[in-house]
């Protein structure tokens, strides 16, 4: 398929009153360049299933579509609506608008297969869905690959290792079974209007999840740990039952700082966390 002459984004936006709203994270992408370079991170989009959070006036979807990537689309402002219909007319059947708040679509029950997530997210709920995706029960889970633009400080935490100050609770969420990386810095000026900080997308890939291990034991661990990150492991985690003992069996040193202990060692915690509140197995007769 050709792809198609479309008019310039700053025109849709005045053709559709579309101003920015800064309750609503809206600050947009226009530059086709680097829109194109953010839809080729996930690799060869051709007829591949994309989940955009947020298109707004469709920069990041024009950029999807011309990859020939078949685009579910999930949408919170109303205004944006009309827009995003002319640009699905001029991609018959490859552009699918759903109107509602992200955080309570059911979003697996939209694909067939397993889409890629390609999404300039707004900052306010960016967050709340990386985990919300990071934690699905069932691994691999229903999506292929996460491609998101947070802003940079974000990025820096969703990236980061043990001893980096960054280091925390999102950290080892994005990475005790993917890999995170940043695939690319964005200046602030890149968009508008421009946000007071820098930004930068980031790439998580699925890997295969270590055995044994619980993601609801892992969060409630990190959650205890990073909570209170400046005390020991002694301390901070007297509230997750099992946790103090299992320190001790995996060898973890109670005196440590949660920014101290690596990803493994928390997937190792986890799991003998997870191992000691199983019943003891019925005897074989
Ligand atoms: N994708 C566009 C771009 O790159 O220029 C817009 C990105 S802008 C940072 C974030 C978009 O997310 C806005 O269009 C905003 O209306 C939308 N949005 C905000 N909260 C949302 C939510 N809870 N669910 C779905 N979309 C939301």
């Known amino acids: 398929m050709t792809t198609p002459t479309l008019p310039p984004l700053r025109e849709v936006i005045a053709r559709y009153g579309l101003n920015a709203s800064k309750a609503l994270g809206q600050n947009f992408l226009f530059d086709g360049q680097l829109l194109g370079r953010i839809a080729a991170i996930p690799g060869d989009l051709h007829n591949a299933e994309v989940l955009e959070v947020g298109p707004g006036p469709g920069g990041l979807t024009r950029a999807l579509l011309a990859a020939g990537a078949k685009v579910t689309a999930i949408e919170r402002d109303r205004r944006c609506i009309p ?30 297969g397993k889409p890629h997530i390609v999404s300039n997210l707004p900052y306010n709920v960016g967050t709340a869905l990386l985990v919300g995706w990071l934690t699905a029960a069932e691994w691999a889970p229903w999506w292929q690959s996460l491609t998101l633009m947070f802003q940079k400080e974000v990025a820096d935490r969703i990236v980061s290792d043990a001893d980096d100050d960054a280091y925390g609770r999102l950290a080892v969420l994005a990475q005790w079974r993917s890999t995170a990386r940043i695939a690319m810095p964005v200046h602030r000026s890149a968009f508008t209007p421009p946000p007071k900080v820098m930004s930068a997308v980031v790439h998580i890939v699925p890997t295969s999840a270590p055995e044994g291990v619980s993601v609801t034991v892992l969060e409630r661990l990190t959650a205890a740990a990073f909570g209170q990150r400046r005390k020991m492991l002694r301390q901070s985690l007297k509230s997750v039952p099992g946790a103090l003992a299992a320190l001790e069996v995996v060898g973890i040193d109670p005196t440590r700082r949660a920014e101290t202990v690596p990803i493994a060692a928390f997937v190792a915690l986890a799991r003998e966390v997870g191992r000691s509140k199983k019943p003891p197995s019925a005897p074989t007769e």
């Open 83 to 112: 827009a995003l219909a002319e640009l699905g007319a001029q991609y018959p059947g490859m552009l699918h608008v759903i109107e509602g708040d992200a955080l309570e679509v059911d979003a697996p029950s939209l694909f067939a």
